[in-house]
């Protein structure tokens, strides 16, 4: 079991900069592939950001490459989103997720791969 908590939403205009964190408790963090997604008012929570369990590898959905990045410390129990350029389409309810699962890739893009949940943050960018 781990438990995921959500932090570092808010308000922000667009061009503007936020960096989430998720911070782990429970088993061992780095026993788990992380990823970020993300649920805007009316649409289905959808893949943002994963990143593998030595932080080695990450992959993006398109419309966020160059603009987010993903980063983990092992040491801290935490997996960030480091966001940047944000557009008001970024407006958003921000989810970490932890999986359990294992591939060559170590890295995971759809919801039912992953197995723990936080309680989300809201993201809101302004034009």
């Known amino acids: 079991q781990v438990q995921l908590v959500e932090s570092g939403g808010g308000l922000v205009q667009a061009g503007g900069s936020l960096r989430l964190s998720c911070a782990a408790s429970?088993?061992?963090?780095?026993?788990?592939?992380m990823g970020w997604f993300r649920q805007a008012p009316g649409k289905e929570r959808e893949f943002v950001a994963a990143i593998s369990r030595s932080g080695s590898r990450s992959y993006y959905v398109d419309y966020v490459k160059g603009r987010f990045t993903i980063s983990r410390d092992n040491a801290e129990n935490t997996v960030y989103l480091q966001m940047n350029s944000l557009k008001p389409d970024d407006t958003a309810a921000y989810y970490c997720?932890?999986?359990?699962?294992?591939?060559?890739?170590?890295?995971?893009?759809?919801?039912?791969?992953?197995?723990?949940w936080g309680q989300g943050t809201q993201v809101t960018v302004s034009s």
């Open positions: 997720a932890a999986t359990g699962s294992y591939s060559v890739s170590d890295y995971y893009t759809r919801i039912a791969e992953y197995d723990y």
């Open positions: 429970g088993r061992t963090f780095e026993s788990y592939a």
